[in-house]
Structure formats: structure tokens, C-alpha cells
């Protein structure tokens, strides 16, 4: 099974780019769709970006995340990568990576409280000054 780790977070100022990485182990990791969430304290857990498997040729932002956030795999070293830019405060999270061999899993999970996404990193932490 995949396993995912999350790293790239720490404290920056706001108007920084930033870029997230997600590093997985196992040899099937292009057959798994990639998704990028964060959840802040006392908030719901949100979906920023999501890319399909193999190529990648697909991605998906939510609406209100369009603009800002850019997620990218390198099946070469077993990365998908999430570059942030114009970072604000309001940023601030915890993020997770998250793999599923189905994409619409992935971009439903928050909306559909049926849905399951198989596997999850542990988060990395993100904390943008005013």
C-alpha cells in the first residue's frame, strides 16, 4: 500500500509562495489519484486540488480555490507537489496529502460523507504572519 508524507510547511509572511511536497513509497503510486486538503482549527476539512493517476493529465480545483494553488505530479520521484501563491493569513492549516486510485473519491470526500479516500499523510503545518 501507499503511504504518503507531507513536507514543504512552516511560518511565512503573507503575500509568500510556498510549495508543498508529498512524498510516497510503493511501486503503485501512479496508479493513484492525489489529492490536497487542509483543515484549520475548528474548521471542516476543505479540498484545495486533486490530480488524476498516471499522467496527471487531469486536475481539479474547487471553485473557490481556482487562482491561487497549483498541484503537479513527478512520478519520477514519487511526488505530487501543491505551489501556493499570494499566501494570507486566513492560509493557515494543517495540510494533507491524500491518494486514491479513484479521483472522484478524492473530490467528493468533503462533500459526500459516504465517500472514503484510501490513504492519508499526517499533515504538515502551515502558518502565514500578517
Known amino acids: 500500500q501507499v503511504q504518503l508524507v507531507e513536507s514543504g510547511g512552516g511560518l511565512v509572511q503573507a503575500g509568500d509562495p510556498l510549495r508543498l511536497s508529498c512524498a510516497a513509497s510503493?511501486?503503485?503510486?501512479?496508479?493513484?489519484?492525489v489529492g490536497w486538503f487542509r483543515q484549520a482549527p475548528g474548521k471542516e476539512r476543505e479540498l484545495l486540488a486533486a490530480?488524476?493517476?498516471?499522467?496527471?493529465?487531469?486536475?481539479y480545483y474547487p471553485d473557490s480555490m481556482k487562482g491561487r494553488f497549483t498541484i503537479s505530479r513527478d512520478n519520477d520521484k514519487n511526488t505530487v507537489y501543491l505551489q501556493m501563491n499570494s499566501l494570507k493569513p486566513e492560509d493557515t492549516a494543517v495540510y494533507y496529502c491524500?491518494?486514491?486510485?479513484?479521483?472522484?473519491?478524492?473530490?467528493?470526500?468533503?462533500?459526500?460523507?459516504?465517500?472514503?479516500?484510501?490513504?492519508w499523510g499526517k499533515g504538515t503545518l502551515v502558518t502565514v504572519s500578517s
Open positions: 490530480i488524476s493517476r498516471r499522467s496527471g493529465f487531469s486536475q
Open positions: 510503493g511501486r503503485t503510486f501512479t496508479n493513484y489519484a
Open positions: 491524500a491518494a486514491d486510485p479513484i479521483l472522484h473519491n478524492i473530490v467528493v470526500f468533503t462533500t459526500d460523507k459516504g465517500t472514503t479516500v484510501e490513504v
